[in-house]
Protein backbone atom coordinates (compact mmCIF):
# COMPACT_ATOMS: atom_id res chain seq x y z
CA UNK A 1 0.00 0.00 0.00
CA UNK A 2 1.00 3.65 -0.96
CA UNK A 3 -0.50 6.02 1.63
CA UNK A 4 -0.01 9.74 1.38
CA UNK A 5 -0.87 12.61 3.75
CA UNK A 6 -1.26 15.85 2.94
CA UNK A 7 -1.72 19.18 5.06
CA UNK A 8 -1.24 22.83 4.86
CA UNK A 9 -4.58 23.94 3.79
CA UNK A 10 -6.87 26.23 5.31
CA UNK A 11 -8.79 29.89 4.89
CA UNK A 12 -7.06 32.77 3.69
CA UNK A 13 -7.37 36.00 2.60
CA UNK A 14 -6.71 37.18 -1.09
CA UNK A 15 -3.65 38.18 -1.88
CA UNK A 16 -2.31 35.70 1.32
CA UNK A 17 -0.09 32.36 0.87
CA UNK A 18 -0.42 28.89 1.80
CA UNK A 19 2.17 26.14 1.38
CA UNK A 20 0.79 22.58 0.69
CA UNK A 21 2.82 19.44 1.67
CA UNK A 22 2.17 15.74 0.74
CA UNK A 23 4.34 13.16 1.88
CA UNK A 24 4.51 9.34 0.56
CA UNK A 25 4.77 6.61 2.49
CA UNK A 26 4.28 2.53 2.44
CA UNK A 27 5.35 0.29 -0.23
CA UNK A 28 6.92 2.53 -2.57
CA UNK A 29 10.52 1.34 -4.15
CA UNK A 30 10.59 4.57 -6.32
CA UNK A 31 8.90 7.85 -7.41
CA UNK A 32 8.40 9.45 -10.85
CA UNK A 33 6.21 12.11 -11.10
CA UNK A 34 4.49 13.97 -8.43
CA UNK A 35 1.67 16.50 -9.15
CA UNK A 36 -0.96 18.43 -7.59
CA UNK A 37 -4.75 18.63 -8.71
CA UNK A 38 -7.93 20.86 -7.48
CA UNK A 39 -11.41 20.47 -7.60
CA UNK A 40 -13.90 23.17 -7.00
CA UNK A 41 -17.15 22.68 -6.28
CA UNK A 42 -19.55 21.66 -9.45
CA UNK A 43 -16.31 21.62 -11.59
CA UNK A 44 -13.84 18.47 -12.54
CA UNK A 45 -10.28 18.08 -11.05
CA UNK A 46 -7.84 19.64 -13.15
CA UNK A 47 -3.99 20.01 -13.18
CA UNK A 48 -2.29 22.52 -10.98
CA UNK A 49 1.12 21.80 -11.31
CA UNK A 50 3.86 18.38 -11.49
CA UNK A 51 7.02 17.75 -11.01
CA UNK A 52 9.20 15.00 -12.69
CA UNK A 53 11.68 13.51 -10.32
CA UNK A 54 14.47 15.28 -11.99
CA UNK A 55 12.66 18.43 -11.32
CA UNK A 56 11.03 19.25 -14.59
CA UNK A 57 7.94 21.21 -14.03
CA UNK A 58 4.71 21.86 -15.88
CA UNK A 59 2.34 24.57 -14.53
CA UNK A 60 -1.23 25.31 -15.71
CA UNK A 61 -1.39 28.68 -16.69
CA UNK A 62 -4.00 30.01 -13.99
CA UNK A 63 -1.34 29.65 -11.62
CA UNK A 64 2.32 30.46 -13.32
CA UNK A 65 4.21 33.02 -11.51
CA UNK A 66 2.44 32.70 -8.22
CA UNK A 67 2.40 28.92 -7.33
CA UNK A 68 5.83 27.28 -7.18
CA UNK A 69 6.10 23.26 -6.73
CA UNK A 70 9.17 21.86 -5.09
CA UNK A 71 9.88 18.00 -4.45
CA UNK A 72 12.55 16.49 -1.15
CA UNK A 73 12.73 12.83 -3.08
CA UNK A 74 14.71 11.98 0.08
CA UNK A 75 11.48 12.19 1.96
CA UNK A 76 9.40 11.42 -0.74
CA UNK A 77 6.99 14.82 -0.54
CA UNK A 78 5.93 17.33 -1.97
CA UNK A 79 5.41 21.01 -1.28
CA UNK A 80 3.37 23.60 -2.97
CA UNK A 81 3.49 26.86 -2.15
CA UNK A 82 1.10 29.08 -3.07
CA UNK A 83 1.35 32.95 -3.10
CA UNK A 84 -0.99 35.94 -4.06
CA UNK A 85 -3.93 33.60 -3.60
CA UNK A 86 -7.51 34.52 -5.52
CA UNK A 87 -10.68 33.68 -4.64
CA UNK A 88 -10.69 31.48 -7.65
CA UNK A 89 -8.46 28.99 -6.62
CA UNK A 90 -10.46 28.11 -3.87
CA UNK A 91 -10.67 23.90 -3.91
CA UNK A 92 -9.79 20.78 -2.52
CA UNK A 93 -6.42 20.22 -3.51
CA UNK A 94 -5.44 16.67 -3.98
CA UNK A 95 -1.53 15.40 -4.61
CA UNK A 96 -1.31 12.47 -7.20
CA UNK A 97 2.05 10.36 -6.87
CA UNK A 98 3.42 8.18 -9.64
CA UNK A 99 5.18 4.99 -8.21
CA UNK A 100 6.08 1.26 -7.81
CA UNK A 101 6.51 -0.93 -5.20
CA UNK A 102 9.04 -3.41 -6.55
CA UNK A 103 11.95 -2.96 -9.11
CA UNK A 104 9.70 -4.30 -11.80
CA UNK A 105 6.46 -4.03 -11.08
CA UNK A 106 4.13 -1.56 -12.99
CA UNK A 107 3.64 1.99 -12.37
CA UNK A 108 0.63 3.11 -10.15
CA UNK A 109 -1.12 6.64 -9.40
CA UNK A 110 -1.80 7.01 -6.04
CA UNK A 111 -3.84 10.12 -4.71
CA UNK A 112 -4.10 12.17 -1.57
CA UNK A 113 -7.46 12.67 0.24
CA UNK A 114 -7.37 16.35 -0.58
CA UNK A 115 -6.66 18.96 1.46
CA UNK A 116 -9.67 22.00 1.16
CA UNK A 117 -7.93 25.49 0.29
CA UNK A 118 -10.73 28.48 1.07
CA UNK A 119 -9.68 31.95 -0.60
CA UNK A 120 -11.73 34.63 0.90
CA UNK A 121 -12.50 38.33 2.83
Known amino acids: QVQLVESGGGLVQPGGSLRLSCAAS????????MGWYRQAPGKQRELVVTITYGGSTNYADSVKGRFSISRDNAKNTVYLQMNSLKPEDTAVYFC???????????????WGQGTQVTVSS
Open 96 to 110: KVQARKFARSSWGDY
Open 26 to 33: GSIFEINA
